[in-house]
C-alpha cells in the first residue's frame, strides 16, 4: 500500500460531462511504477489534493481490471469540487489512497446480486458492478436498480443503456419525475423491485444514494425477505482526513474511513449516531 500520508502526483486526462454539475474524471498517476503497482478493490476510496484548495474523499469509481487510470465522479459543490473542475485536461492533482475496505465479492459467490443506485450513488457501485460482470459465472444473477430526479440527473447514462441489453445483466431505471423523450418507469427507486423475480434468501444488495432514499429501500428490501447481514451500503459522505487522525468521521466505535466506507446495514443499526 502507498504511504497514506504522501499524495501520488497524477494528471487529468479526461473529463466527461454527467449532468449539468457533475463530471467523470478520467486520471493517472504520473509514476510509471507507482502506476504498475497502484492496486485497489471496488468500494475503496481516494482523498484527492486540489494544490491551493484542499483536499476531499472520492470513491473509486472505476473499473478495477486491466486499466492505468482511474475514474473519480465530482459534483460541483463546495471549495474543492469546483476547483477540480476548473482545472480541466492536463491539470495535475495528489491521490493518497487506496483507502478504507471494500464490497464483499468471493464471499458472495452463487447469489443472485442486486444493486439498487440513487442519483451518483452509483459510483461507488460501478466498480463493483463491472466486476462481477467480468466474472459473471460465479453468481447466479447481477440486476441493476437505477433511480434519479430526471434522466439529466442520471449518471452513466450510455453505460446504463447498454447495460439494458447486455446479456447476463439485468437493468432497469426510474426518474421521479419525467421529461420530454423519457418513457421509462416514474417513480423512486423503490418501484423498481418488483423486477425481482428470485428469493430475497438467495440475494445480496448493494445500496448507494442519498440517505432518505436508503431508509426506504432498505425498508423495501426488508418486507421482501433481505436481512440487515445481507444489505450492504457506503458511508463516503462522513469521512475527511481518510486515516483516522480527524476523528470527522468517528460514529460510535468506529471509524468510517478505516472500518469502512462499506458496512452492512446490520453493523449500521448497532451504531447509535446513525440513527440521529
Not at 449532468?19 to 498517476?29: A, G, K
Not at 452463487?110 to 443506485?117: M, N, P, Q, R, S
Amino acid at each position: 500500500m502507498n504511504n497514506p500520508y504522501l499524495p501520488l502526483l497524477a494528471t487529468i486526462q479526461s473529463i466527461k460531462p454527467e449532468t449539468y454539475d457533475t463530471s467523470t474524471f478520467t486520471v493517472q498517476i504520473d509514476e510509471a511504477e507507482a502506476r504498475k503497482t497502484f492496486a485497489y478493490r471496488p468500494g475503496q476510496f481516494l482523498e484527492v489534493s486540489i494544490f491551493g484548495a484542499g483536499e476531499a474523499p472520492f470513491c473509486i469509481a472505476s473499473n478495477a481490471y486491466g486499466r492505468d487510470t482511474l475514474d473519480i465522479t465530482v459534483r460541483r459543490i463546495g471549495r474543492v469540487t469546483k476547483a477540480l473542475h476548473d482545472l480541466g485536461v492536463g491539470g495535475q492533482i495528489g491521490l493518497r489512497g487506496p483507502l478504507g475496505n471494500w464490497f464483499p465479492l468471493e464471499e458472495v459467490a452463487g447469489k443472485h446480486l442486486l444493486f439498487i443506485a440513487g442519483g451518483l450513488g452509483l459510483a461507488p457501485l460501478r466498480p463493483q458492478i463491472y466486476e462481477t460482470y467480468r466474472q459473471r459465472a460465479k453468481f447466479a444473477s447481477v440486476t441493476v436498480l437505477c433511480g434519479a430526479r430526471t434522466q439529466g440527473d442520471l449518471v452513466y447514462l450510455d453505460e446504463l443503456t447498454q447495460w439494458q441489453t447486455q446479456e447476463g445483466m439485468s437493468c432497469h431505471l426510474t426518474v421521479d419525475v419525467a421529461t420530454d423523450g423519457w418513457a421509462g418507469n416514474v417513480g423512486v427507486v423503490g418501484t423498481l423491485l418488483p423486477q425481482v423475480k428470485w428469493p430475497a434468501q438467495e440475494g445480496v444488495a448493494f445500496v448507494c444514494g442519498p440517505p432518505i432514499m436508503i431508509k426506504f429501500v432498505v425498508q423495501d428490501l426488508e418486507r421482501m425477505g433481505f436481512t440487515g447481514e445481507t444489505i450492504f451500503t457506503t458511508l463516503e459522505q462522513h469521512m475527511r482526513c481518510g486515516i483516522g487522525k480527524c476523528n470527522h468521521c468517528m460514529m460510535g466505535d468506529k471509524y468510517v474511513c478505516l472500518d469502512g466506507p462499506v458496512f452492512t446495514y446490520a453493523q449500521l443499526q448497532r451504531i447509535p449516531e446513525f440513527h440521529t
